[in-house]
């Protein structure tokens, strides 16, 4: 039983390029999100989801795209990169809303 | 919205001895309150949580407490070992309208062998 996986592990971009961070669950779970995290600002949430086919705003979604195009998947887009987008990003999965997540391993990435 | 404050920051203590964290919130609506261990270069990982109609809860050598009519929730460690080396972050849910969960700054736990 993987959990939660997320691709890649690491990662820098130059300003203005474009990538998308992979998520998987494989715990059929209805609720996926992403966080960033950041040095002295613990997690806060960019976008997430309460089903297939469904995403919503978080708290922090300038900048960033999502799909949930398969239950078990989330992605999130990062079409033109900002170094203020250097940071730790988690992706996470719950069964219920908000409540016992799970969490991936963390992609870090550096825009310079 | 929700205000969550974490102390301390970092936290030492001798191997065996307590370790205890602190969590305030500001949001009275708030009914659920999760604590999560984050070892070096891993994800959060949830240890413990509480709802709002429990004022303990205790698994093993972790135990959280919540008070709500001050607004704040404790993580307690007991008989700490080293592996309980890592940072902890505690989080408040709000429910209401809108459900968010706010994290609190996290806390580096450091056990000394």
């Known amino acids: 039983n993987a959990g939660v996986t997320q691709t890649p592990k690491f990662r820098v971009l130059k300003t203005g390029q474009s990538m998308t961070l992979l998520c998987a669950q494989d715990?059929?779970?209805?609720?996926m999100y992403w966080y960033r995290q950041d040095p002295g600002m613990g997690l806060r949430l960019i976008h997430y989801?309460?089903?297939?086919?469904?995403?919503a705003k978080g708290e922090v979604p300038d900048g960033y795209n999502v799909s949930r195009l398969k239950k078990q998947n989330f992605l999130l887009g990062l079409e033109s990169a900002a170094p203020s987008q250097t940071s730790v990003y988690f992706c996470?999965?719950?069964?219920?809303?908000?409540?016992?997540?799970?969490f991936g391993q963390g992609t870090r990435l550096t825009v310079v | 919205g929700e205000n969550v404050e974490q102390h301390p920051s970092t936290l030492s203590v001798q191997e065996g001895d307590s370790a205890v964290i602190k969590c305030t919130y500001s949001?009275?609506?708030?009914?659920?309150f999760p604590w999560y261990k984050q070892e070096l270069g891993k994800g959060p990982q949830l240890i413990i949580d509480?709802?709002?109609?429990?004022g303990e809860k205790k698994d093993q050598r972790i135990a959280v407490t919540l008070n709500k009519t001050a607004k704040h929730f404790s993580l307690h460690i007991t008989e700490t070992q080293p592996e309980d080396s890592a940072v902890y972050f505690c989080?408040?849910?709000?429910?209401?309208?809108?459900?968010?969960?706010?994290f609190g700054t996290g806390t580096k736990l450091q056990v000394i062998p």
């Open positions: 996470a999965s719950s069964s219920e809303l908000n409540t016992e997540a799970f």
């Open positions: 989801s309460v089903g297939e086919g469904t995403t």
């Open positions: 715990m059929n779970h209805e609720y």
């Open positions: 509480i709802r709002s109609n429990v």
């Open positions: 989080a408040a849910l709000n429910s209401g309208g809108y459900q968010k969960v706010t």
């Open positions: 949001d009275s609506a708030s009914n659920y």
